[in-house]
């Protein structure tokens, strides 16, 4: 990942309504959410969501697909891991024993139920 798509995403995230639509999307893969339903769930009004939707589309961290007159939302996990591991890549500085900690809380927020 180069370093302005990293900036790109992470800009994306960095407001408080477009990370609660990431979120709520990652929760309910595979299958995605209509727009309407996001908008909804996010107590959000429909046009104000579909700037912020259209931000992270943008930074390539959902994408949509049409179907009928709705258009289902989708996370884009891939690039949500690649983002990620991008920010953490050089966490442990050839000293794997500095990023135990970190692995070991990510492994235990995504078996219990606060992950997804």
Request: aromatic fraction near 2%.
């Amino acid at each position: 990942m180069e370093s302005s798509e990293a900036v790109s995403g992470f800009a994306a995230l960095a407001q408080e309504t477009r990370l609660n639509a990431l979120r709520l999307l990652v929760r309910n893969e595979p299958h995605g959410l209509p727009a309407g339903e996001v908008a909804r769930q996010l107590d959000v009004p429909q046009n104000t969501l579909s700037t912020h939707l259209s931000v992270l589309s943008n930074a390539g961290l959902i994408t949509s697909l049409r179907e009928g007159r709705s258009i289902i939302y989708r996370a884009k996990l891939e690039q949500i891991q690649t983002l990620v591991l991008h920010l953490l890549r050089d966490c442990c500085n050839g000293r794997p024993e500095l990023c135990g900690p970190l692995a070991d809380d990510l492994m235990k927020t995504c078996s219990s139920k606060e992950c997804c």
